[in-house]
């Protein structure tokens, strides 16, 4: 099973910052990389998927990049509604492994 | 628009069975397939299987296979899950999620709202 570790586990910003969140897969994982948030209480929802396509609906600061086994997400000027945790997930080979997540919290 | 609507929380004793549905609306069933996730208090979020509306074809990690099973019933558009020989570790949010794109780029663009199963004796 492929493995994905993300780091940091947890990462303290304010708002205005730009933070970036990288997830690496224990094999190469080509483009089949996806990033979800979830906030409290709430079911994920897909910010970026293919590494680097950005769904629809999804604010344009937020952006991924990678291939192979080494991905980021970077969220530029950070807005009080993108405090909440992150989860890479990869879609190569099932089964469809996420990384333990990243909480962004409030500074 | 797509809305995924799921089954109420449950409660159930160590050994028992459970069974969750997800209800889908606002597009066409059969086009998209359908994954099982699941988050235990506090923790990450675990894969449990891929499901495809038209054919009923399903596929498991190898942790699952024979406790979880996965059916639909396309005259209601809806997604079933069931888990068998429940275990205290068991106890988690499970969700069910729409797949746009699956076996090739797959991602997962709508979620239910997650069903709360208890395991206690």
């Known amino acids: 099973d492929i493995q994905m570790t993300q780091s940091p586990p947890s990462l303290s910003a304010s708002v205005g910052n730009r933070v970036t969140i990288t997830c690496r897969a224990s094999q190469s994982i080509s483009s089949h990389l996806n990033w979800y948030q979830q906030s409290p209480g709430k079911a994920p929802n897909l910010l970026i998927y293919a590494a680097s396509r950005l769904q629809s609906g999804v604010p344009s600061r937020f952006s991924g990049s990678g291939s192979g086994t080494d991905f980021t997400l970077t969220i530029t000027s950070l807005q009080p509604e993108d405090f909440a945790t992150y989860y890479c997930q990869q879609s190569d080979t099932p089964p469809y492994s996420f990384g333990q997540g990243t909480k962004l919290e409030i500074k | 628009q797509v809305h995924l609507v799921q089954s109420g929380a449950e409660v159930r004793k160590p050994g028992a069975s459970v069974k969750v549905s997800c209800k889908a609306s606002?597009?066409?069933?059969?086009?998209?397939?359908v994954h099982w996730v699941r988050q235990a208090p506090g923790q990450g979020l675990e894969w449990m299987g891929i499901i495809n509306p038209s054919g009923g074809n399903t596929r498991f990690p190898q942790r699952f296979q024979g406790r979880v099973t996965m059916t639909t019933d396309t005259s209601t558009s809806t997604v079933y899950m069931e888990l068998s020989s429940l275990r205290s570790e068991d106890t988690a949010i499970y969700y069910c999620?729409?797949?746009?794109?699956?076996?090739?780029?797959?991602?997962?663009?709508?979620w239910g709202q997650g069903t709360l199963v208890t395991v206690s004796s």
């Open positions: 999620a729409r797949d746009p794109s699956p076996g090739d780029m797959s991602y997962f663009d709508y």
């Open positions: 606002g597009y066409t069933f059969t086009s998209y397939y």
